[in-house]
């Protein structure tokens, strides 16, 4: 759906995402988007999923790979990072105790995951750091914004929402919903409701 300034939109709804295995076997998760459409997970740019987190055990790794992972339901987990961020001796450990905290890691890093309270659900983005950089954001509640990057998700991780894009009609997001604009540039963005929208800005670096 074109937006106006060479932008488009895609509106993924939560229910139409598909469960799948881990890449270690340890979970499930839901992919949301990835670019290159369809690549697997040795090809990807970036990609973007939901994940259900039932028992403690280790992270898959990633090598060349940049993580974000935000709680999104739960009482949360405790990250052990072996080595830390900087492979110095000893354990550094990410603690994602409260809805919406965030935690930043590479993807080769040894992550041993305890569970604080029984499961949980995150939200996970991953980038090919040699390719694009992503960063998240969270918005809450009505704002106006200006998007500018190659590609800006957004995901609604509480309540629900109302957004507009640009000149289209506003679109309303439940809770688990995406909205996917591909090359905004200076693109208008208002959101109404009382939500939480977590903002995934990614800018390629290598064309």
């Known amino acids: 759906m074109p937006v106006g300034n060479g932008a488009s939109l895609t509106l993924i709804r939560g229910a ?3 469960a799948a295995p881990w890449k270690n076997g340890g979970g499930v998760t839901r992919e949301v988007a990835a670019f290159p459409a369809g690549a697997g997970l040795d090809a990807f740019v970036w990609r973007v999923s939901v994940a259900d ?3 403690a055990g280790p992270f898959s790794r990633f090598a060349g790979i940049d993580r974000t992972l935000v709680l999104l339901s739960g ?3 405790l990250l052990d990072e072996a080595g830390g961020a900087q492979g110095m001796q000893g354990v550094k450990t990410h603690a994602l105790t409260q ?3 965030m935690a930043r890691f ?3 890093a040894q992550i041993d995951a305890r569970l604080v309270d029984g499961a949980t659900r995150d939200f996970n983005l991953m980038v090919r750091r040699d390719a694009a950089q992503g960063e998240v954001e969270v918005w809450r509640g009505a704002t106006q914004r200006t998007l500018s990057a190659d590609a800006v998700l957004l995901y609604c991780a509480e309540g629900s929402v109302s957004v507009t894009a640009g000149d289209a009609q506003p679109l309303p997001l439940a809770t688990g919903d995406t909205l996917r604009i ?3 540039s ?3 963005c208002a959101v109404e409701g009382k939500g939480a929208l977590l903002t ?3 800018r390629y670096t290598q064309r």
């Open 16 to 18: 139409d995402l598909v």
């Open 182 to 184: 591909d090359t905004p």
């Open 53 to 55: 987190v039932a028992q």
């Open 75 to 77: 009482a949360g987990m």
């Open 106 to 108: 590479a993807g080769e």
């Open 200 to 202: 995934i800005s990614i």
């Open 99 to 101: 809805t919406l905290e």
């Open 186 to 188: 200076a693109l208008s």
